[in-house]
T-cell receptor, first 113, second 111 residues
Framework: LAKTTQPISMDSYEGQEVNITCSHNNIATNDYITWYQQFPSQGPRFIIQGYKTKVTNEVASLFIPADRKSSTLSLPRVSLSDTAVYYC??????????????FGTGTQLKVEL | EPEVTQTPSHQVTQMGQEVILRCVPISNHLYFYWYRQILGQKVEFLVSFYNNEISEKSEIFDDQFSVERPDGSNFTLKIRSTKLEDSAMYFCASNRGGEQYFGPGTRLTVT
């Protein structure tokens, strides 16, 4: 299982773009990179998943360089409600069901006015 | 939007008592999971369930834990004899091959 490393915490202000980088040096060829968000006292929520290059959805973008040893989650124009813990997970993607998720300690993002 | 629901939201029990945590996964999902999160710690995988049987379980999921899908909608986690260290948030999740959808959790407090 590929180990992931991400900053413990980040601070930002409303309206700024936030980039959270995750290192996964021993990512396997068939591994995907998935990001989840967790608000206090709630279950994690899927944000985005990618394999290579760039993926964008209505919430975030995910940038993955060619060597895939790191990835960056980009949150455009954050608001106070984006204050949460963000988890980078590396493992089998959505190719099949039943795959457990292995969470690290995540990055606590705090957004202020 | 369909969602995973869990009951109760908070359960307080005495050490040694049995508890059953209940979950209603999203209706057309096929895979079901339980995770737990001790206060201030990581979310930890406990067990996955598919086709009416356990497909994978972690070291945490010992003989005091069991899961069941008693009917077409509920998915339960039973802890037979609770210990103080079982105090945690327990999250149920489900999917049908895509992203996992998590419920809001049950906070279990063992005194």
């Amino acid at each position: 299982l590929a180990k992931t490393t991400q900053p413990i915490s980040m601070d930002s202000y409303e309206g700024q773009e936030v980039n959270i980088t995750c290192s996964h040096n021993n990512i396997a060829t068939n591994d995907y990179i998935t990001w989840y968000q967790q608000f206090p006292s709630q279950g994690p929520r899927f944000i985005i998943q990618g394999y290579k290059t760039k993926v964008t959805n209505e919430v975030a973008s995910l940038f993955i360089p060619a060597d895939r040893k790191s990835s960056t989650l980009s949150l455009p124009r954050v608001s106070l409600s984006d204050t949460a813990v963000y988890y980078c997970l590396v493992g089998e993607g959505f190719t099949g069901g039943g795959n457990k998720l292995t969470f690290g300690t995540g990055t606590q993002l705090k957004v202020e006015l | 939007e369909p969602e995973v629901t869990q009951t109760p939201s908070h359960q307080v029990t005495q050490m040694g008592q049995e508890v059953i945590l209940r979950c209603v996964p999203i209706s057309n999902h096929l895979y079901f999971y339980w995770y737990r999160q001790i206060l201030g710690q990581k979310v930890e995988f406990l067990v996955s369930f598919y086709n009416n049987e356990i497909s994978e379980k972690s070291e945490i999921f010992d003989d005091q834990f069991s899961v069941e899908r008693p009917d077409g909608s509920n998915f339960t986690l039973k802890i037979r004899s609770t210990k103080l260290e079982d105090s945690a948030m327990y999250f149920c999740a489900s999917n049908r091959g895509g992203e996992q959808y998590f419920g809001p959790g049950t906070r279990l407090t063992v005194t």
